[in-house]
């Protein structure tokens, strides 16, 4: 169990509650605060690091959890709005809705048709050629920072997050389904060689061994 809250019910027969810890300075709007933090998360949010979060017990935060997935599903006020909470495995975010999800795919298809900068083309040729890989693995390569061309071309679709990398924890990208429809091919394996195109076969390997 998470530090800071008791785990299971008190003595008293009370429900678990924040130990140590001041109370939430938006007390009284740990809704609109609950809401902000699944705005920026990147993965799923366990209900208990919500409530550490917002600053409200385990039990009062998911009640707050399960009241927005039914408002924002119309069962409250009935307005049909185009995303909606999940809870998918040990945690909650917030995703679009599945009807319209030929909507953004669209838009993400279309967004990725914008013509990419040569930096960007670089960073997804190693991510193609050597995925799944890590940010810094990439970084390596190009001996600059990629972070930000990495979350352009995830933005639109081109990678995605597999894994993590076993002994760092990094997170590890790969080429996506678009970017296989973009390219016309079913499979990594499709690819065409990469040595062909390098100017000596050397340089291919010194690449190999930058990555490992």
Same mark, same amino acid.
């Given at each position: *169990?998470?530090?800071?809250? =008791?785990?299971?019910? =008190?003595?008293?027969?009370? +429900?678990?509650?924040?130990?140590?810890?001041?109370?939430? &300075?938006?007390?009284?709007?740990?809704?609109?605060?609950?809401?902000?933090?699944? *705005?920026?998360?990147?993965?799923?949010?366990? $209900?208990?690091?919500?409530?550490?979060? %917002?600053?409200?017990?385990?039990?009062?935060?998911?009640?707050?959890?399960?009241?927005?997935?039914? +408002?924002?599903?119309?069962?409250? =006020?009935?307005?049909?709005?185009?995303?909606?909470?999940?809870?998918?495995?040990? @945690?909650?975010?917030?995703?679009?809705?599945? !009807?319209?999800?030929? %909507?953004?795919?669209?838009?993400?298809?279309?967004?990725? $048709? #914008?013509?990419?900068?040569?930096?960007?083309? +670089?960073?997804?040729?190693?991510?193609?050629?050597?995925?799944?890989?890590?940010?810094?693995?990439?970084?390596?390569?190009?001996? /600059?920072?990629?972070?930000?061309? *990495?979350?352009?071309?995830?933005?639109? @679709?081109?990678? +995605?997050? /597999? @894994?993590?990398?076993?002994?760092?924890?990094?997170?590890?990208? #790969?080429?996506? !389904?678009?970017?296989?429809?973009? *390219? @016309?091919?079913?499979?990594? =394996?499709?690819?065409?060689?990469?040595?062909?195109?390098?100017?000596?076969?050397?340089?291919?390997?010194?690449?190999? !061994? &930058?990555?490992?």
């Amino acid at each position: *169990m998470t530090a800071g809250f =008791d785990d299971g019910v =008190d003595t008293n027969g009370s +429900e678990p509650e924040l130990s140590n810890r001041e109370p939430a &300075q938006f007390r009284g709007d740990e809704r609109a605060a609950l809401e902000a933090v699944l *705005m920026v998360v990147e993965a799923p949010a366990s $209900t208990t690091d919500l409530a550490i979060a %917002v600053g409200l017990p385990v039990d009062q935060t998911r009640q707050l959890l399960e009241g927005l997935a039914a +408002e924002y599903r119309g069962a409250a =006020d009935g307005i049909r709005r185009g995303f909606e909470l999940r809870e998918v495995g040990a @945690g909650w975010r917030i995703y679009s809705h599945p !009807d319209y999800a030929p %909507v953004v795919e669209r838009f993400v298809r279309d967004g990725a $048709t #914008a013509k990419l900068t040569q930096a960007a083309l +670089e960073t997804l040729a190693i991510v193609a050629y050597k995925g799944p890989i890590s940010r810094g693995r990439v970084s390596a390569v190009r001996g /600059v920072n990629v972070d930000s061309v *990495m979350r352009t071309l995830t933005s639109r @679709g081109l990678v +995605e997050e /597999v @894994g993590l990398e076993e002994g760092t924890g990094a997170v590890l990208y #790969a080429p996506s !389904d678009l970017f296989l429809e973009r *390219m @016309g091919i079913s499979s990594l =394996d499709e690819l065409e060689p990469l040595t062909p195109h390098l100017p000596t076969g050397q340089a291919l390997e010194e690449i190999k !061994d &930058q990555v490992g």
